[in-house]
């Protein structure tokens, strides 16, 4: 089981008003959308072309795409697609945007202009992890550069459409365990202040590139698996100063951030992860580099995105996620993982089957729920089966399941305002909620004998283990996984 150490520093700011902060600011409540993004790099002499990518995209129905530079090529191409697009100004032109408004200006001018708003640019990150880079000049040009780019984007009428800001390593934070104590380094607190106060004022979203992988491979001994891959079955860890549950390392790493942010003052600023994947494969030192570990993470994730899920801290506020990477690119230096992050390789194939469902329309994005490695099962039959499809409800798939997976993997269940849970006690019972969420879609149902089981203050957790879950108004999906379905 993966647990918080103790904290090295002292918090700033008592842990009561930073919750305060946090919890009072949830204001960018994401409306029931796709948030799936993934990033689009294009470090290889093998890749398909930008017409080619946006085909594949559009079937997969991603609707949020990063790419690390203003491709002429790329930004024609997705161009009346719909799809929003967070374009980057690399680190070399940093410092000459910092210094030049002017040249600020051009850079607009020539690389957003005359694509918007046929290419739905929604984003320009300044630089890559600067606030990490050991050119201090670089990290002291940085806030400068995008004061000025801002202006620019506000001169041509584009502010309100493109934010700008700049996506850091999770470096930044001397303790990013447990969550609540969660502060920016020394070197980089003071260059946070500016920073964190350009995003207030523009309205701008903190993105993070964080790989819980990263910390599995440096200490796979004392580091859960399960807790890292983000799977929601596992019992996770408690924040022991606010007592808030983690099954996701990553979505821990979110909140520290967030608790880093509201130490300085700025706990209103919303967190997004703008780089997270998991190799397929790496080199014999590195642990964990699997293509089962990539799939089981980026699946996690995906679910976790379709079902509305956000952090223990801000529940209610789905954080944008954006995977790392669209394609394996032959040309990133560095060991045998690097390169190895991608989907699918370059000539189309999928490396392995995470669950995008391809598709001939461009809505928003899917998940396709059957395409789970586990086993089809056999629909019930008998009172339990309704007779329209989307009314039947997951009970009857459970009910074929425990002769052959007598002790199944579990199944999420659409929480009501009252905050009751369905439960099946030890294999024994069957007596469930009537409502159950499937992905963006909910299925409603009635029982067939003596009526659903409604129970308060409990929770699901996995194989037939149910542990005390404090009630609460507006609770949604606690999680859905069924064999086949």
């Not at 600020?104 to 606030?131: D, H, L, S």
């Not at 967030?258 to 967190?271: E, M, Q, T, W």
């Not at 032959?330 to 490396?351: A, I």
Request: proline residues 7%; contains cysteine.
């Amino acid at each position: 089981m993966a647990t918080f150490a103790t904290p090295v520093r002292s918090a700033s700011l008592q842990l009561p008003a930073l919750l305060c902060i946090l919890l009072c600011s949830e204001v960018w409540v994401l409306q029931c959308g796709a948030a799936i993004g993934i990033n689009y790099g294009q470090v290889g002499n093998n890749l398909p072309t930008p017409a080619q990518v946006v085909s594949l995209l559009s079937s997969l129905r991603v609707g949020k795409v990063r790419i690390y530079d203003v491709n002429p090529q790329v930004l024609a191409a997705f161009g009346g697609t719909g799809i929003e697009l967070i374009v980057t100004v690399p680190n070399d032109l940093v410092q000459p945007m910092a210094a030049s408004a002017v040249q600020a200006m051009q850079w607009v001018t020539a690389n957003i202009k005359p694509y918007f708003p046929a290419t739905r640019v929604t984003g320009v990150a300044v630089g890559n992890e600067v606030f990490t880079d050991d050119d201090a000049a670089l990290k002291a040009s940085l806030v400068p550069a995008m004061r000025n780019l801002h202006a620019a984007l506000a001169q041509l009428g584009m502010d309100g459409y493109v934010h700008v800001s700049t996506a850091s390593s999770l470096g930044v934070l001397a303790n990013s365990y447990p969550p609540s104590q969660g502060a920016f380094t020394p070197e980089c607190a003071a260059l946070m202040l500016p920073f964190l106060r350009f995003l207030a004022d523009t309205n701008a979203p903190f993105w993070i590139n964080a790989y819980p992988y990263f910390a599995y491979k440096a200490d796979p001994a004392n580091v859960s698996l399960s807790y890292a891959l983000s799977d929601p079955y596992h019992v996770g860890a408690v924040d022991p100063y606010t007592h808030l549950q983690y099954t996701s390392m990553l979505y821990a790493q979110v909140d520290a951030v967030s608790f880093a942010a509201a130490r300085l003052g700025y706990g209103g600023i919303p967190v997004f992860v703008s780089e997270t994947g998991w190799p397929s494969k790496g080199d014999a030192d590195e642990v964990g580099a699997t293509v089962e570990n990539a799939r089981a993470y980026n699946r996690n994730l995906l679910v976790r995105q379709v079902s509305n899920e956000g952090t223990p801290l801000r529940p209610r506020q789905r954080i944008e996620v954006y995977l790392f990477a669209l394609f394996n690119e032959d040309m990133k230096p560095g060991p045998t993982s690097e390169r190895n992050y991608g989907l699918y390789q370059p000539d189309g194939r999928m490396v392995y089957n995470v669950g995008l469902a391809q598709q001939q329309t461009t809505s928003a994005a899917s998940l396709s729920l059957a395409a789970s490695s586990a086993p089809p099962t056999t629909e019930a039959k008998g009172e339990h089966v309704w007779c329209r499809p989307e009314r039947k409800l997951v009970f009857a798939m459970w009910k074929a399941l425990p002769t052959q997976y007598p002790r199944p993997r579990g199944l999420g269940l659409w929480t009501g305002t009252a905050c009751k849970y369905g439960m099946r006690e030890g294999g024994k019972g069957s007596r469930f909620v009537t409502r159950a969420h499937m992905g963006s879609r909910e299925i409603l149902g009635e029982d067939g004998e003596n009526g659903w089981r409604m129970l308060a203050g409990f929770a699901f957790r996995r194989r037939g283990c149910f542990t005390p879950f404090v009630p609460c108004q507006g609770a949604r999906l606690v999680f859905v996984c069924i064999y086949g379905l």
